[in-house]
């Protein structure tokens, strides 16, 4: 399977110094599992946090999930250091953050030339500076391991010193321009965090909100979160019967070499047809994973 074409609805950070939740993790039904070294670590836990998360990886046990580190940036005294190790860890995927130019994923990218070509380089998308630099940043992938951008509203917000409110008002248009730098290079991207973890119907807006503007997924900071994550990210019943009638029609004979057709009363063309054909092998994946 390649990497942009599996699920990833839910992505979970879990402070990779806490064991507990570590262990808790590889029994949930996450579509990837991010141990943080970074914002989720205190200073003086730093290198203790990185050992634990090589040591994870290590022991395994978090079956289809992926599993990614997220490292300290290479401008803090962790973050070569974080690299080096990670490189070398097994780890499907190092998310790295504050990005904010080609250049820092060109940076990136040479930390990890020990690591196996398998594994992904994951960029946070967090900064003022990356906005007019989204598309160049999103260009790296052709000649990188740059696979997949999450966003990082929280960070974004303090910089900006915009509110952060549940309708994200200041941050549609760059969510806009993040999702469309993505698609243009093949760039899997994930929403940034909700964080409300005790009121779900907050969340539920939130992630319903991201799924509109086309993310694949959202990143998530509570294991409660999950579940109705998976359930907005994952095409319903309906979605699936229409896409597999587009299919069927597309498939008839009489319809051979058409570039548009009516289905159910409704017109469909050739554009429709690989939507629906994407929309039913991904919901067959969601369906071979659970």
Known sequence: MHASDR????ALYLPASNARAIEKSRGLPADIIILDLEDAVAP???DDARMAAIEAV???GF???EVAIRANGLDTPWGAADLAAIAGSGADAVL????SSAADIARYEDALTLAPASMQLWAMIETCACIPQLYPIAAMSAQ???SLFVLGTNDLAKEMRAKLTPERTPFLPFMSMAIAAARAHDVAILDGVCNEFRDLGVFQAEAEQGLLFGF???SLIHPDQVGPCNSVFSPGDDEI?????VIDAFALPENANRGAIRVDGKMAELLHLEQAQRLVAMAERIAAAS
């Open 7 to 10: 699920p990833r609805r839910s």
């Open 63 to 65: 079956g289809q999930r």
């Open 216 to 218: 694949d997924g959202k």
């Open 58 to 60: 290590r022991q395994g």
């Open 241 to 245: 019967r229409w896409a597999q009638a």
């Open 144 to 146: 990188t391991r740059l």
């Open 44 to 46: 003086d836990a730093k």
């Open 96 to 99: 790295v953050p504050k990005v």
